[in-house]
């Protein structure tokens, strides 16, 4: 037997915890199909570290992570990588680039790399990142490093789920500015500047200093220089980490997966429809897409 189809979820959670890549991977496209509460329904509670590396195209998030996979490996640590891709037509380009990046890792049991490209699937991105990342806590790795590329509204929703978030700039005046304007700065728990190899490394973090109130580090993520200063800064952030701040990111999450389940909602046409011939209006319509035909009667929201 074989195909996902198919796939007995135990036996491969079975497999997949003693250290099988293939059926870990086997495990990910199932949450990433209309399988996917099968798989979440067999795993346990599990909690894990999600570290987000977010920032604009070419600032050198897929190099920084992975160094950062290197750096974890050296400390005894067991991490996934979930690579989030968006759907621009040089994704193929750039994902193979990432892959041979991330070629020292593919041998090593203990490192799972992985890109979830499922935009417009089952409630697309923001609803297959969070299903994958209970599945690899539930498979016990120590930490998660999720990347995304800073530039969609989505993107920063998911990074926001991660804690911290890293945000990777480079050196120069336009890199901040963009940030800020596509609100990457208020996401941001850790900024770093990478490629202070090159000039203008020092006066980026100045002026970043002025825009933001977390921890900058300088980084050559190409040589590795100022990783194990960034873990350290990763960890710190990860141990000031309050039941508060867990259940704020919880919100987030919840909030987010529920506006993708009420955007794909199958009754949305039906409603928009209504209100758009005016048979129906708003409010009422919104009440009804969220708690069934009989909210109508509910009266209006006060
Ligand atoms: N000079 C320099 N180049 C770097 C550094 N880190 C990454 N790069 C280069 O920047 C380019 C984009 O890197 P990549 O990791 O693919 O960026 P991403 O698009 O943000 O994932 C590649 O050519 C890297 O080799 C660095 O610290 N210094
Ligand atoms: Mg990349």
């Known amino acids: 037997m074989s195909g996902s189809g198919t796939a007995n979820i135990a036996d491969l959670l079975t497999a997949a915890r003693g250290g099988s890549p293939r059926a870990a991977g086997r495990l990910l496209s199932l949450v990433e199909s209309p399988r996917r509460n099968e798989v979440l329904e067999a795993l346990g509670p599990a909690t894990t570290r999600v570290v987000g590396v977010t920032g604009p195209p070419g600032a050198g998030k897929s190099t920084t992570v992975g160094a950062m996979v290197a750096g974890y490996r050296a400390r005894g640590l067991r991490v996934a990588v979930l690579a989030v891709d968006p759907s621009s037509p040089y994704s193929g380009g750039a994902l193979l680039g990432d892959r041979i990046r991330m070629a020292e890792h593919v041998h090593d049991r203990d490192v799972l790399i992985r890109s979830v490209a499922s935009r417009g699937h089952l409630g697309g991105l923001a609803a ?60 941001a728990d850790l900024l770093v500047v990478n490629k202070a190899d090159r000039e203008g490394a020092d006066q980026t973090v100045r002026d970043l200093r002025t825009e933001a109130k977390v921890p900058i580090l300088k980084l050559v993520a190409s040589t590795g220089a100022g990783i194990p200063e960034l873990l350290d ?67 209006p929201v006060s």
């Open 128 to 187: 297959a990142v969070p299903a994958a990342i209970r599945l690899l806590a539930a498979l016990a790795y120590d930490v998660i490093v999720l990347e995304t590329v800073g530039v969609g509204q989505s993107e920063i929703e998911i990074a926001s789920v991660a804690d911290p978030t890293v945000v990777i700039l480079n050196p120069g005046g336009g890199d901040t500015v963009q940030a800020a304007k596509a609100g990457l700065l208020e996401v």
């Open 233 to 299: 800064a990763i960890e710190a952030h990860q141990r000031a980490d309050t039941p508060e701040r867990r259940s704020a990111r919880a919100r987030a999450q919840i909030l987010s997966l529920a506006h993708t389940l009420l955007r794909t909602h199958p009754g949305l046409g039906d409603l928009a429809d209504s209100v758009a011939d005016g048979s129906s209006d708003a409010y009422a319509a919104a009440e009804q897409l969220i708690f069934g035909a009989g909210a109508v009667s509910r009266g």
